[in-house]
């Protein structure tokens, strides 16, 4: 039996749509939604990335604000312009693209962006409201792996889920919400002994360590639902998972490929908190 591939892309789509749709009746009454990305350097790799949330913001009707700043720039210049975005009305999201140039603190950045603007989810009150189970703006890439596994109608609540990696982008945020959906979890990391036989005890396998191919068949329980967040280029330029994707094909029951798998549910669902935060600021005016 051949493992059921998890469409990234489609279901991405499917909720863009939606999107799109609330978009349009909050336009109607004259409320845009805009988001601001912040750019320092010169990162190929973010420079990408920018350039799909460009995109993305233009596609669904977005307000959009692209800062591309020189990487001799200082922290201080960097923290100016998070305080006149903070207080900007078109702007209901900011998000600074990491990594940073070594000169400026990466946690100081995050610290200074409004918790309500905070679209990537990594604002300690963000972080704390997530972990209490408050409602918050929460991290794209986690709440994006909580999407594709409720859409394609797994359950989540009573079964065991295994988190390979503690990240505070990924791991940790992705255990804390399928907690909240009632999943018994169990993290496991770099000093982690047996990971392949605790793995294997996984009906839900997550694994976010940023080694291509680091985890076949080995570490998968049959019939297991493998969701690999991974993104990594090989020496011959293709791009591959944190799984192995070929090796766990046959054992398991679902897997999401990379590409488009995790990925294209990223920058969807930081549209899905640009368009949240929106709304709220908007009611907290009124």
Request: hydrophobic share 45%; with cysteine.
């Amino acid at each position: 039996m051949t493992a059921q591939r998890i469409e990234g892309k489609a279901i991405s789509d499917a909720i863009r749509i939606e999107i799109g749709e609330e978009t349009a009746k909050l336009a109607a009454q004259g409320i845009v939604p805009g988001l601001a990305v912040v750019l320092v350097g010169e990162d190929p790799a973010s420079k990408v990335y920018v350039g799909s949330k460009e995109k993305a913001c233009q596609q669904l009707g977005f307000y959009s604000e692209v800062h591309r700043l020189e990487a001799s720039t200082t922290q201080e210049e960097l923290l100016a312009l998070i305080d006149r975005l903070n207080r900007q009305e078109t702007i209901h999201g900011i998000l600074v693209q990491l990594p940073l140039p070594k000169h400026i603190d990466e946690k100081s950045v995050i610290d200074a962006i409004s918790a309500a603007k905070d679209v990537d989810g990594f604002h300690p009150v963000s972080v704390g409201n997530l972990v209490i189970g408050d409602d918050s703006l929460l991290p794209c890439t986690p709440a994006g792996v909580i999407e594709l596994i409720k859409r394609t109608g797994i359950e989540i609540a009573g079964k065991h889920a295994v988190v390979i990696g503690r990240s505070n982008i990924v791991g940790k945020p992705v255990s804390m919400l399928l907690l909240r959906e009632h999943a018994t979890v169990t993290i496991c990391h770099s000093r982690t002994a047996n990971m392949a036989d605790i793995a294997k005890t996984a009906d839900i396998l997550v694994v976010a360590i940023g080694k291509a191919k680091a985890i076949g068949s080995a570490f998968v329980k049959p019939g297991a639902v493998v969701i690999d967040v991974g993104i990594n280029r090989l020496e011959d330029g293709k791009l591959a998972g944190d799984v192995d994707y070929d090796d766990v094909l046959d054992v398991a029951g679902y897997v999401t490929p990379v590409p488009g798998g995790v990925g294209p549910m990223t920058i969807t669902m930081l549209m899905q908190n640009t368009l949240k935060a929106a709304k709220q600021l908007h009611a907290a005016k009124e």
